[in-house]
């Protein structure tokens, strides 16, 4: 069974960071794709960043120079570090991975930066 758990959520004063993992088991991790996905209040789920199995990264340019993300294969877990957190930065953020036709999401984490 696979499972994608997502942690480190809450709320922060804008300026502040936090960072997300997202504990994977029941897939071969190392070859999958992990990407950070966020949904906001009424607003459609959009990317945030994402990880190839190669190390390839990629941002949405909203997040470009204040959020990272890093994989540790052996932990199987994918971590989102952010930082200069916004209140537009407020959402659930998902974690999901990607392998072929292979798609997986977890549950989510509530992440609000409000003062």
């Known amino acids: 069974q696979v499972q994608l758990v997502e942690s480190g959520g809450g709320l922060v004063q804008p300026g502040g960071s936090l960072r997300l993992s997202c504990a994977a088991s029941?897939?071969?991790?190392?070859?999958?794709?992990m990407g950070w996905y966020r949904q906001a209040p009424g607003k459609q789920r959009e990317l945030v960043a994402s990880?190839?199995?190669?190390?390839?990264?990629n941002y949405a340019d909203s997040v470009k120079g204040r959020f990272t993300i890093s994989r540790d294969n052996a932990k199987t877990t994918v971590y989102l570090q952010m930082n200069s957190l916004k209140p537009e930065d407020t959402a659930v953020y998902y974690c999901?991975?990607?392998?072929?036709?292979?798609?997986?999401w977890g549950k989510g984490t509530l992440v609000t930066v409000s003062s």
């Open positions: 990880i190839t199995s190669g190390g390839e990264r």
């Open positions: 029941g897939i071969i991790f190392r070859f999958y794709a």
């Open positions: 999901n991975a990607q392998l072929g036709g292979a798609d997986y």
